[in-house]
Structures are given as C-alpha cells and as structure tokens.
C-alpha cells in the first residue's frame, strides 16, 4: 500500500471518529442535565422508592430510615440523581448510538435494528416495574417478619435500615430485573446473525435454569422471595427467547425458499432462451 492511499484511507477514519465524539458529547451532556434536575427532586425520588417498604410495613406503621454518617444521605441524593439520569437519558443515549451507526447499515438492517432499540428501555421498565411493585413488597415483608418487640421480657430487635442500604437494595434490583429482561432482545440478536438456534436453545435449557438460580443468587439479596422473584421471570423470559429463535429461523427459511424459487425460476427463463436460440440457428441453417 502506497503513502496516498494511506493517506486516503485515514480521511474517513477521521470523519468517524469525529462523529463518534460528537454522539458521545450529546448523550453526556443529556446525562448531565438529567443528573442536575433528578439532583434537585432526588429527595422525592427517594421518597418514592420507598413506597414498597412502606406498602410491606402496612398504612399505620411509622416508617424511618437513619443515616450514620453526616455524608451518607448527600452521597445518597448525588446516587439517586446518578441514577434517575442514566435511566431518563437512555432514549436519548441509544438515539445517539442508532444514529452513529445507522449509516454503515443497510435499509433491511435498519428495520431489523430498530425494534430491538425500542424493545430495550421497554423491557427495563417491565423488570423495573416487577421489581417496584412485586418483589420489593414481598422482600421487605419478609425483612420485616424478622422484628421482635419488647414483650414477655424478651429484647426488641427492630428494623432501622440506612439510608444508603436501602437505596442500594432496590438499585440493585432494579438494574439486576433490568438487564435479564434484556434476555430476549440478547438471544433474538444472536439467533439473527446465526449464532444460537432454538434447537440449540432447548438442549441447553438445563444449564439455564442452574444459570439463572445461581445469577438470582448473586445478584440479589440472600432471601428466598427475590431470589425467586428474578430466577423465575428469567427462565420464562428464556422460553420466550427459544419461540422468538424459532419465529426466527421460520422467517430464514421461507426468504431462502423464496430466494432458492427464484433462482430456480431464473435458470429456467435461461435454458428456454438458449433451447429457442439453438432453435432459430437450426432454422436458419436448414433454410440456407
């Protein structure tokens, strides 16, 4: 390779780059702002997340929540913003991605990229949403369960949770029920660039449900009722993800159908053609 082409070939790496940088600035700058504004209401947001430990604890309980550190409940609100901007950016932040690398596909890629972009933040929300009104309640029921009060000379034990502890619960769970509902959007990518198959899928179905009890396990709190409230939408959330595999293997086969029928078609247009060519120079031979 000569020094021109070299030269040549650096221009539209450039460009790229700068379009790269250009994309990540706008989507840091939508986090910013985001982060400022969910700053300013990050007292109500937290008051808001508190509302599974209060529907666990019931209408008359005197919920209260303690802070050790004079820094804990500030670090907590600069989280909680931190938090509400990465989750209210993210359709600004995967508009940016879209945009940067829509030019280098084409049209029938396009198509086939953008559902799975819309698909994304939608499946968060439900995992989110599984998380806000199902699981918290029940784990901070189950928490709850645990208390002793004072009576018969026994000693009170009581829940007092910090401020931080909490807030690290529930954004734990949330990002944790959050990304495995991201399973489908996963396996349906692969199964369309050829890299996992339904029957594939199926044969390994064992190992995913040890995977998702050992993932539900890690991810969450060690008590019975979240672990089982992630480990069981994942293994139907993998159920979903074979059909979605299969719908698409379905849709493969019947576009090399076509395809294979068109060829077929085609080649049969060329040997009619050639048979009435040697035809009409037979014709004109004998006529000679």
Avoid: W
Avoid at 213 to 241: N, R, W
């Amino acid at each position: 390779m000569s020094q021109d082409d070299i030269e040549a070939s650096s221009a539209p790496l450039i460009e790229h780059l700068i379009e790269l940088r250009s994309r990540l600035l706008k989507a840091v700058i939508a986090i910013a702002i985001f982060f400022v504004i969910c700053f300013v209401f990050a007292t109500d947001i937290f008051n808001i997340l508190v509302v599974p430990f209060e529907r666990a604890a019931g209408e008359d309980a005197n919920i209260k929540l303690i802070y050790t550190a004079p820094q804990e409940f500030f670090f907590a609100q600069l989280k909680i913003a931190l938090f509400g901007a990465l989750f209210v950016a993210f359709p600004v932040v995967a508009t940016q991605i879209y945009k940067f690398v829509a030019p280098g596909l084409y049209q029938n890629e396009r198509g086939a990229f953008l559902p799975f972009l819309v698909a994304t933040p939608i499946l968060f929300v439900m995992g989110s949403c599984l998380v806000y009104f199902v699981v918290m309640p029940l784990a901070m029921g189950f928490f709850l369960s645990m208390q002793q009060f004072g009576e018969d000379t026994r000693v009170t034990i009581e829940l007092l949770p910090k401020v931080s502890e909490y807030l690290g619960l529930i954004m734990t769970l949330i990002f944790a029920f959050g990304f495995v509902f991201q399973l489908p959007v996963i396996i349906t990518l692969l199964a369309r660039v050829g890299l996992v198959g339904s029957d594939g899928l199926k044969t390994k179905r064992k190992y995913a449900i040890v995977a998702a009890f050992v993932a539900a396990a890690v991810l969450t709190p060690p008590d019975p009722i979240s672990q089982l409230g992630l480990a069981l939408p994942t293994l139907l959330l993998y159920e979903i993800s074979i059909l979605s595999a299969r719908y698409i293997e379905k849709k493969r086969a019947e576009r090399e159908a076509e395809l294979e029928s068109e060829d077929e078609d085609e080649d049969t247009a060329v040997s009619v053609a050639g048979s009435g060519s040697d035809n009409e120079d037979k014709d004109s031979v004998t006529s000679s």
